[in-house]
C-alpha cells in the first residue's frame, strides 16, 4: 500500500529510522485506487545517507504495510497503542526500506513553516550556548529558555527528573513571566501608550509559546498571562481562577486530546493548587513577619532571605503535593528529596532566563559581551544546577517507587487536597483581611 | 500568638500531607503473600524478577542493551517501580553476554541492590569486555557488593524460598566450561513443592554436567537455554527435567531462527506446554507452594490464568 500525506510532527531519529505522525492524504490502495482520506499514521522511515531528513510540514510518499499497534506485553506497560489511540491514532506503516519512501517538493502549510522556524530558532540558540559551554550546559539553558529535554544527554535528563527537577526544563510560567517582565521594562522605558504595551506583550507571550513548540503548559501560561495584560484595558480585574479557566477551554479547543496529556494536566493542577493554598501562606506569612518585626527592629534585615526560603520551601511543597497524585500515577514515582533540590536551584532559574534572552539579544550585536555573560553568569550557573542534579538525583535511592494508584484515588486526593485548601482560606481568612 | 500557632499548624499539616500522600502511595505489605515469577518481555535476551511471599525481590538478568533500546532503562526498571520495590535484595547476572546483562547498567543506578550475584568463572573465560566492565564499574559506583557463585552455593530469599546453584563447577573441580553461554548460572529455585529452573544461556555440554553429577534437576517450570537454541535443551536434559511448563524469553522475527524447531519437537514429546514472551508477551507464575498458576500478557492465559497442580 502506497501513502501519502504531510508530516504533522518533527520526525525523531530512533535506532536507524525517522519516526512521525503523517496526516494522511492519498492512499494508492493494492488493487490500484486511489483513495482521498483524512486519517493519522504513525511512520516509520529508514535513515538513508543519501536523502535530505524529512522535517515537520514535509508532503511524504512512502510504500509499506499499515498494521494496528502492539498491544501491551509487560505487565504495567502502558503500551503504545493506548497512548497513540488517546490521540486518534490507530495505526502504523513502516516504510518497505530505504528505497520506499520520498519528500515531495511541495510548499509547506504557513503554520509548518513557524513550526519548522521554532525548530529551528531552537538549533540556533543551543548553537549559540554551545559555543561558550559544554554541551550539557548549553543543553540546560536551551531547555530552561525553550523546555524540553532534548537537547541533554539521557543520564542528565534522568538525573534532573529523578531530584524533582525536571519542571525546571519544562517551558512554562515562570518564562513567560520572565519575558513579559523584560518587554514590560523596555516598553515602559519607551514610555508607550498602555494599548499598545499590551498589544506587545500579548505577542511576546504568543510568540513565546510557538517557539517553545507550542505545548500545553507554554500555551496555559501563555494564555493567562494575555489575559492578565488585556484585563485592565477592559476595566476587568486580573481573576487567576477566570484566566485559568478561559486557558483550559482555549487549550482544549486547541486539541481536545491534550486532556489526557500529563504536561497538560500537571500544569493545570499545579497551579490550581498554588491559587488555592497560595492566599492562607501568604497572609499567614505576612502576618507573623510583620509581627516579629514589630517586636525586634534588628530583624527586619533578615525578613527579606527569611521569606524567600520560606516561600520556596512552600512553593515546592505545594507544587509537589498538587502535582503527587497524578506523578504517581503515571510515573510510579516521587522524588525523595524535590522539595531540598528545588529550593536549592529555584533562585537560579529565576535569574537564568532573563540573562538567556540577553545573550541571545547580544549575540549578534555585541557577541564579546554575549560570550562574557555565558561564561561568567550561564556557565557557572548551568553547572550549580546540573551539580545539584546530580547532587540530588544520581543515586539509585533518590527516588521512592510507588504502586500506581488507580484514578478513583487521584480524583479522591484532590478532593481532599481541595477540602485542605478551603480549611486553610477560613483558618486564615480574617488575618489574609 | 494565636497565629503564630496558627501558622506553624497549617505548615505541619502541608509537610503531613505531603509525606502521608507519600507513604500511602507507597506502602505494600511486607510481601504479596505468594511466590511469583515474571518472565518479563524483552526482545531478544532474558530478564525476570522473583518476589518471595515475605517480599524479597530478586532479578534474573536485566534484559539486552543494544544501540540505543536499552531494555533495563525502558522496561526493567518500569516493571519494578510499578510493582513499587524501592529495592533488589539481589540482582542476578547468569553471564555477561549483552542479552542478559546490558540492561543492567540502568538498574545499577536506578534502584538500589543488595548484592550483585555473578557466576564464579574458570579463569580463560574471567576477562571481561569493555562493556561488561563498564556494568560493574555501574555496580562499583553505588558500592554493591559483588558475591560469585558456583555449583554447591545457595540464596536463601527469606525463609521458604531457596536458590541452589547447580552450574557452573567451581574452577578447577571437574569439568571446566569452555564458553560464556556453558558458564552461565543454572538455578535451581524452590518453594514448597514448587521448582523452576531457571538455565540462563547453558548449552548441552553444561546440561549434561549438571545430570552426570546426579543432581536432581525436575521442575515444574523450565526456562529453556539460550532462548531455545539447538544447542541447549538436549533429549537428555528434557527427559530429566520433565517440566510441565516451558518458558523461552525469545524476541519477534529474531535472526537467529530461535526457538529451534528441533527444541520445540523434545519439549511436545514430554509433553510441556511452551510458553514464549515473542507470542504470549510477559509470562507470570504465581504459587502457593502446592499449586502454581500461569498468567501470560498475550493469548492463552491474559483473560484467565491456568491453574496447574504439582503431584
Known amino acids: 500500500?502506497?501513502?501519502?500525506?504531510?508530516?504533522?510532527?518533527?520526525?525523531?531519529?530512533?535506532?536507524?529510522?525517522?519516526?512521525?505522525?503523517?496526516?494522511?492524504?492519498?492512499?494508492?490502495?493494492?488493487?490500484?485506487?486511489?483513495?482521498?482520506?483524512?486519517?493519522?499514521?504513525?511512520?516509520?522511515?529508514?535513515?538513508?545517507?543519501?536523502?535530505?531528513?524529512?522535517?515537520i510540514g514535509d508532503m511524504v510518499r512512502l510504500r509499506g504495510q499499515i498494521r494496528r499497534f502492539r498491544s501491551p506485553t509487560n505487565p504495567g506497560e502502558s503500551g503504545a497503542s493506548a497512548l497513540w489511540e488517546r490521540r486518534g491514532l490507530f495505526a502504523r506503516l513502516n516504510a518497505s526500506g530505504t528505497t520506499a519512501w520520498s519528500v515531495i517538493a511541495i510548499p509547506r502549510a504557513p503554520h509548518y513553516r513557524l513550526a519548522a522556524a521554532a525548530l529551528g530558532l531552537r538549533s540556533r540558540t543551543n548553537a549559540i550556548f554551545s559555543a561558550h559551554m559544554t554541551s550539557d550546559q548549553a543543553g540546560l539553558i536551551n531547555g530552561l529558555l525553550l523546555g524540553g529535554r532534548s537537547d541533554l544527554t539521557g543520564r542528565r535528563a534522568n538525573e534532573l527528573t529523578r531530584a524533582g527537577l525536571a519542571h525546571i526544563i519544562a517551558a512554562s510560567g515562570a518564562n513567560i513571566a520572565s519575558i513579559i517582565g523584560l518587554v514590560l521594562l523596555l516598553l515602559r522605558w519607551l514610555r508607550l501608550g498602555d494599548r499598545l504595551t499590551a498589544s506587545v506583550c500579548i505577542l511576546a507571550a504568543s510568540g513565546y509559546a510557538v517557539a517553545a513548540g507550542s505545548q500545553p503548559a507554554v500555551v496555559r501560561a501563555a494564555i493567562m498571562a494575555s489575559i492578565f495584560v488585556a484585563a485592565p484595558l477592559f476595566n476587568r480585574c486580573r481573576d487567576g481562577a477566570s484566566a485559568l479557566?478561559?486557558?483550559?477551554?482555549?487549550?482544549?479547543?486547541?486539541?481536545?486530546a491534550n486532556i489526557a496529556d500529563p504536561g497538560f494536566q500537571l500544569s493545570f493542577t499545579i497551579v490550581a493548587g498554588m491559587m488555592?493554598?497560595?492566599?492562607?501562606?501568604?497572609?499567614?506569612?505576612?502576618?507573623?513577619?510583620?509581627?516579629?518585626?514589630?517586636?525586634?527592629r534588628s530583624r527586619r534585615s533578615i525578613d527579606i532571605p527569611i521569606r524567600m526560603v520560606l516561600n520556596g520551601v512552600a512553593l515546592s511543597v505545594i507544587a509537589g503535593m498538587t502535582a503527587a497524585p497524578?506523578?504517581?500515577?503515571?510515573?510510579?514515582?516521587?522524588?525523595?528529596?524535590?522539595?531540598?533540590?528545588?529550593?536549592?536551584?529555584?533562585?537560579?532559574?529565576?535569574?537564568?532566563?532573563?540573562?538567556?534572552?540577553?545573550?541571545?539579544?547580544?549575540?549578534?550585536?555585541?557577541?564579546?559581551?554575549?560570550?562574557?555573560?555565558?561564561?561568567?553568569?550561564?556557565?557557572?550557573?548551568?553547572?550549580?544546577?546540573?551539580?545539584?542534579?546530580?547532587?540530588?538525583?544520581?543515586?539509585?535511592?533518590?527516588?521512592?517507587?510507588?504502586?500506581?494508584?488507580?484514578?478513583?484515588?487521584?480524583?479522591?486526593?484532590?478532593?481532599?487536597?481541595?477540602?485542605?485548601?478551603?480549611?486553610?482560606?477560613?483558618?486564615?481568612?480574617?488575618?489574609?483581611? | 500568638m494565636r497565629t503564630a500557632a496558627k501558622l506553624a499548624g497549617f505548615i505541619l499539616a502541608m509537610i503531613v500531607a505531603v509525606l502521608l500522600g507519600f507513604w500511602l502511595a507507597s506502602y505494600r505489605p511486607a510481601g504479596s503473600g505468594?511466590?511469583?515469577?515474571?518472565?518479563?518481555?524483552?526482545?531478544?535476551?532474558?530478564?525476570?524478577?522473583?518476589?518471595?511471599?515475605?517480599?524479597?525481590?530478586?532479578?534474573?538478568?536485566?534484559?539486552?542493551?543494544?544501540?540505543?533500546?536499552?531494555?533495563?532503562?525502558?522496561?526493567?526498571?518500569?516493571?519494578?517501580?510499578?510493582?513499587?520495590?524501592?529495592?533488589?535484595?539481589?540482582?542476578?547476572?547468569?553471564?555477561w553476554?549483552?542479552?542478559?546483562?546490558?540492561?543492567?547498567?540502568?538498574?545499577?543506578?536506578?534502584?538500589?541492590?543488595?548484592?550483585?550475584?555473578?557466576?564464579?568463572?574458570?579463569?580463560?573465560?574471567?576477562?571481561?569486555?569493555?562493556?561488561?566492565?563498564?556494568?560493574?564499574?555501574?555496580?562499583?559506583?553505588?558500592?554493591?557488593?559483588?558475591?560469585?557463585?558456583?555449583?554447591?552455593?545457595?540464596?536463601?530469599?527469606?525463609?521458604?524460598?531457596?536458590?541452589?546453584?547447580l552450574s557452573p563447577p567451581p574452577p578447577g573441580v571437574g569439568w571446566t566450561p569452555t564458553s560464556d553461554n556453558d558458564a552461565s548460572l543454572v538455578l535451581m529455585v524452590r518453594y514448597g513443592s514448587f521448582r523452576l529452573l531457571l538455565t540462563g544461556d547453558a548449552e548441552a555440554e553444561a546440561e549434561h554436567d549438571?545430570?552426570?553429577?546426579?543432581?536432581?534437576?525436575?521442575?515444574?517450570?523450565?526456562?529453556?537455554?539460550?532462548?531455545?537454541?539447538?544447542?541447549?535443551?538436549?533429549?537428555?536434559?528434557?527427559?530429566?527435567?520433565?517440566?510441565?511448563?516451558?518458558?523461552?524469553?525469545?524476541?519477534?522475527?529474531?535472526?537467529?531462527?530461535?526457538?529451534?524447531?528441533?527444541?520445540?519437537?523434545?519439549?511436545?514429546?514430554?509433553?510441556?506446554?511452551?510458553?514464549?514472551?515473542?507470542?504470549?508477551?510477559?509470562?507470570?507464575?504465581?504459587?502457593?507452594?502446592?499449586?502454581f498458576t500461569v498468567r501470560t500478557m498475550l493469548p492463552p492465559y491474559n483473560a484467565k490464568p491456568a491453574r496447574i497442580v504439582i503431584r
Open chain 2, 210 to 291: 549438571i545430570i552426570r553429577r546426579g543432581l536432581d534437576v525436575r521442575a515444574s517450570v523450565l526456562k529453556i537455554g539460550h532462548h531455545g537454541s539447538k544447542t541447549s535443551t538436549s533429549d537428555r536434559w528434557c527427559h530429566a527435567v520433565q517440566p510441565k511448563i516451558a518458558l523461552i524469553s525469545v524476541g519477534k522475527e529474531n535472526t537467529y531462527g530461535h526457538p529451534s524447531r528441533q527444541v520445540l519437537e523434545r519439549l511436545q514429546r514430554i509433553g510441556s506446554r511452551v510458553l514464549r514472551t515473542d507470542r504470549n508477551g510477559a509470562i507470570t507464575i504465581e504459587s502457593n507452594g502446592t499449586s
Open chain 1, 245 to 256: 479557566c478561559v486557558a483550559a477551554i482555549v487549550a482544549l479547543a486547541i486539541d481536545p
Open chain 2, 97 to 165: 553476554d549483552l542479552d542478559h546483562a546490558g540492561g543492567a547498567e540502568a538498574i545499577a543506578d536506578g534502584i538500589r541492590v543488595g548484592a550483585l550475584i555473578l557466576p564464579r568463572l574458570p579463569y580463560r573465560l574471567s576477562h571481561l569486555t569493555t562493556t561488561a566492565q563498564r556494568i560493574r564499574s555501574a555496580f562499583e559506583r553505588q558500592s554493591v557488593p559483588v558475591e560469585y557463585l558456583s555449583r554447591g552455593d545457595g540464596i536463601a530469599l527469606g525463609k521458604q524460598v531457596t536458590l541452589q546453584v
Open chain 1, 326 to 433: 497524578i506523578t504517581l500515577q503515571i510515573f510510579n514515582s516521587a522524588p525523595v528529596y524535590g522539595v531540598w533540590a528545588n529550593l536549592l536551584v529555584a533562585p537560579a532559574v529565576t535569574a537564568i532566563v532573563p540573562i538567556a534572552l540577553l545573550v541571545l539579544a547580544f549575540s549578534h550585536m555585541a557577541p564579546a559581551l554575549s560570550g562574557l555573560l555565558c561564561h561568567l553568569i550561564l556557565a557557572p550557573v548551568a553547572a550549580f544546577i546540573l551539580n545539584t542534579a546530580t547532587i540530588f538525583g544520581g543515586e539509585p535511592s533518590s527516588t521512592l517507587s510507588t504502586p500506581s494508584p488507580s484514578w478513583p484515588v487521584v480524583l479522591i486526593s484532590y478532593g481532599v487536597l481541595g477540602g485542605l485548601a478551603f480549611a486553610a482560606r477560613r483558618a486564615t481568612w480574617p488575618i489574609g483581611r
Open chain 2, 34 to 95: 505468594a511466590f511469583r515469577f515474571t518472565m518479563l518481555n524483552v526482545g531478544q535476551g532474558d530478564a525476570s524478577v522473583i518476589e518471595s511471599p515475605e517480599g524479597h525481590v530478586i532479578l534474573i538478568d536485566a534484559g539486552p542493551a543494544m544501540r540505543d533500546d536499552d531494555t533495563g532503562r525502558r522496561i526493567v526498571l518500569p516493571y519494578l517501580r510499578r510493582r513499587g520495590f524501592n529495592r533488589l535484595d539481589y540482582a542476578v547476572l547468569t553471564h
Open chain 1, 1 to 55: 500500500m502506497t501513502v501519502t500525506g504531510r508530516l504533522i510532527d518533527e520526525p525523531e531519529a530512533h535506532n536507524g529510522i525517522h519516526i512521525g505522525t503523517l496526516a494522511v492524504g492519498v492512499v494508492d490502495g493494492p488493487n490500484g485506487i486511489t483513495h482521498r482520506s483524512n486519517g493519522l499514521l504513525r511512520i516509520a522511515l529508514p535513515m538513508d545517507a543519501s536523502k535530505q531528513p524529512p522535517h
Open chain 1, 276 to 296: 488555592a493554598f497560595w492566599p492562607s501562606w501568604s497572609a499567614l506569612l505576612a502576618h507573623v513577619l510583620r509581627k516579629d518585626i514589630a517586636a525586634s
